[in-house]
């Protein structure tokens, strides 16, 4: 199936707490270059996500890009320092037998005391987390290809539309070029008649003269290979490959023969049907680079 380079994706979801955002965008290019931007808290799970990116993606500069609000996965551990906590316990006892002090020292006595309790931020299970970005991420990557395979559809039906246009001036093209020989045996006889001011003529000398002339502008190599050419163009767009790159390739082949068809043929149809052929060889090439 047939898709476009430009394209965007959104997906959301919350997963163990965490509200991941990811957005996908696209634009032509040569190659795959993938960017993606995110807390940098989140840096070890980029690796991960521009595998899932090559996976769906073969060529287009790509721009990931991520949010994540864990207020609600954060998770708070509580720890108690019991050799500090022994201290204070041990010291506040001295102090209750050496000044015959009454009272209990309780738990919330020694909590009050510093660096007793700390609060920290429990750890993250960092597979856990790269997991759950890439679990959003494919969501994004679903709807982001869902969009450019619509594109794509555009662009083959256009691009299949002027191949078209191509093959029946081609047809045009074959039928005109015997014309031009037998106009051309014409105009030699009536000049070599206007020359030598005689009707007799040497027959063999013109069948020769004009058997040269249509080997010169033969083009039937050149509409047989530009129809083979088109044939495989339709079998490339009805494919499930990517074929953006050998796309390029085939148009510049196309437009190779139509130019070798324009330089052989001094014919002025011939040369405007040559100006029409090019002129949509021109605008499919610039709808192949849209194509991924």
Do not use: W
Request: a negative charge.
């Amino acid at each position: 199936m047939v898709k476009s380079m430009t394209g965007f994706g959104r997906a959301r979801e919350v997963l163990h707490g965490r509200d991941i955002t990811v957005e996908v965008r696209s634009v032509n290019n040569r190659y795959l270059d993938c960017t993606v931007k995110m807390p940098r808290a989140y840096y070890f799970a980029e690796d991960a996500m521009k595998a899932c990116v090559q996976k769906a993606i073969s060529r287009g500069k790509v721009d990931v890009f991520v949010t994540i609000d864990t207020t609600a996965a954060d998770v708070s551990v509580v720890r108690v320092n019991e050799p500090l906590a022994r201290g204070y316990y041990e010291a506040l006892q001295q102090l209750k037998e050496t000044f015959s002090l009454e009272g209990e020292v309780t738990p919330m006595v020694l909590a009050k005391f510093p660096d007793v309790l700390t609060v920290t931020k429990a750890e993250e299970d960092l597979e856990t987390v790269a997991a759950d970005i890439c679990q959003v991420l494919e969501q994004a990557l679903a709807a982001y290809n869902q969009m450019r395979a619509v594109e794509g559809v555009k662009l083959a039906e256009d691009i299949l539309s002027r191949a078209e246009t191509i093959r029946s001036v081609v047809a045009k093209v074959e039928q005109r070029s015997p014309q031009t020989v037998a106009e051309y045996r014409q105009k030699l006889e009536n000049k070599m008649k206007e020359v030598l001011q005689s009707t007799t003529i040497d027959e063999s000398r013109i069948l020769t003269e004009a058997a040269i002339f249509a080997d010169k502008i033969a083009v039937d190599e050149e509409t047989v290979r530009l129809r083979s050419h088109l044939v495989q163009l339709d079998t490339m767009l009805h494919g499930s490959e990517s074929v953006g790159r050998k796309l390029d390739f085939l148009i510049q082949e196309i437009n190779r023969e139509c130019n070798t068809i324009g330089s052989k043929c001094n014919d002025l149809t011939i040369a405007q049907d040559v100006v029409t052929m090019k002129a949509e060889v021109e605008k499919i090439r610039e709808q192949v680079q849209n194509i991924e």
